[in-house]
């Protein structure tokens, strides 16, 4: 019997977007390491012999240097996808006109740059708006991928403020960070989105565990190995029983710093988990995501995509 499946994604954030998010002004100088990172997680990927979804960040693609790490995503048989332009997480406060070039201009700063059109969305920091699901929906993109069903987000900022040195002034921008109490009660499984123009969106959320929505993306897991690795296996076990018993086919999250260590990018000590060397980060990534491959077979999010919409008939809740 074919086994259900799981995508997986990586939301490639660059070093200047977690300085900017820490209210590091030397982001502003833009400091990459893509040419480091990207070669490291394709051979990681070869590895694994895994095919998985590259979300880019607009800015990151229409910078020339790095052009060459871009390409060779899309080489390797990859798939991108689009992570906004400016990786602001505040888009609810964007008028129409601005979401639009926002999602414009990265999908043709990621195409020209990689050779390939993005697959679909993933908002920078599950930032979220109604209003943003129809210019997706116009522009072509087969699915947005940026909600988190989880009822954690409120404790994730309230750490996020706490660790950070930033003003009253960017404190209310980012206000909705990482989510509201209410999107726990947002579903795990795919769902179509009812657009105000008569039209449909197929969302496919970050999957948290089905029932009591805790997150299990890989930042996280590495978050409890740092307590205990068996901890982390049990609680990972859990998570794909659960997904197994509720016919949940997950879309499972990497980030950058889920195999980049602090030893690698000093800049970034101060974030959570860069006390953990890359190379037992990246031994936790290949375990990880070997488990996942004996219960689900893991592809991109493009081909996910194609297969939600191919088969059985999904709720459809109102985009308001
Ligand atoms: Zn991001």
């Known amino acids: 019997?074919?086994?259900?499946?799981?995508?997986?994604?990586?939301?490639?954030?660059?070093?200047?977007?977690?300085?900017?998010?820490?209210?590091?002004?030397?982001?502003?100088?833009?400091?990459?390491?893509?040419?480091?990172?990207?070669?490291?997680?394709?051979?990681?990927?070869?590895?694994?012999?895994?095919?998985?979804?590259?979300?880019?960040?607009?800015?990151?693609?229409?910078e020339e240097r790095n052009g060459n790490a871009l390409r060779s995503i899309v080489a390797a048989g990859h798939e991108v996808g689009n992570h906004s332009f400016e990786?602001?997480?505040?888009?609810?406060?964007?008028?129409?006109?601005?979401?639009?070039?926002?999602?414009?201009?990265?999908?043709?700063?990621?195409?020209?740059?990689?050779?390939?059109?993005?697959?679909?969305?993933?908002?920078?920091?599950?930032?979220?708006?109604?209003?943003?699901l129809s210019v997706l929906e116009e522009r072509g993109h087969g699915f947005d991928a940026s909600t988190l069903p989880t009822y954690l987000g409120p404790l994730a900022r309230t750490y996020y403020f706490w660790t950070s040195k930033l003003s009253a002034e960017e404190?209310?921008?980012?206000?909705?960070?990482?989510?509201?109490?209410?999107?726990?009660?947002?579903?795990?499984?795919?769902?179509?989105?009812?657009?105000?123009?008569?039209?449909?969106?197929?969302?496919?959320?970050v999957t948290t565990t089905p029932v009591i929505k805790t997150p299990f993306h890989f930042s996280y897991l590495v978050y409890l190995a740092k307590f205990s690795e068996p901890l982390m296996h049990a609680y990972l076990r859990t998570a794909v029983t659960a997904c197994r018993m509720t016919g949940t086919e997950?879309?499972?999250?990497?980030?950058?710093?889920?195999?980049?260590?602090?030893?690698?990018?000093?800049?970034?000590?101060?974030?959570?988990?860069m006390d953990v060397p890359s190379a037992r980060k990246t031994a936790l990534l290949e375990k990880v995501l070997r488990v996942l491959g004996r219960s689900f077979d893991l592809v991109p999010m493009g081909v996910h995509a194609r297969r939600i919409k191919a088969g059985a008939q999904l709720p459809i809740r109102k985009a308001a």
């Open 171 to 205: 404190r209310e921008q980012r206000k909705e960070l990482f989510g509201k109490f209410s999107d726990g009660f947002r579903p795990v499984k795919p769902y179509y989105w009812q657009l105000s123009n008569g039209r449909k969106l197929l969302e496919i959320p």
């Open 250 to 273: 997950p879309s499972f999250l990497l980030h950058p710093l889920d195999v980049i260590g602090g030893d690698q990018v000093p800049e970034l000590k101060f974030f959570p988990g």
């Open 87 to 132: 990786h602001e997480p505040w888009l609810h406060l964007y008028t129409r006109e601005q979401l639009w070039r926002e999602i414009q201009l990265a999908d043709e700063a990621i195409e020209s740059a990689s050779g390939q059109k993005p697959v679909g969305f993933r908002g920078p920091g599950f930032s979220w708006y109604p209003e943003l």
């Open 1 to 62: 019997m074919n086994k259900p499946l799981a995508s997986v994604s990586l939301d490639v954030d660059n070093l200047w977007s977690y300085m900017k998010i820490h209210g590091d002004e030397r982001w502003r100088a833009r400091p990459s390491y893509l040419d480091m990172f990207i070669p490291y997680m394709l051979e990681v990927l070869e590895r694994l012999n895994l095919k998985i979804t590259f979300f880019i960040v607009g800015v990151d693609a229409a």
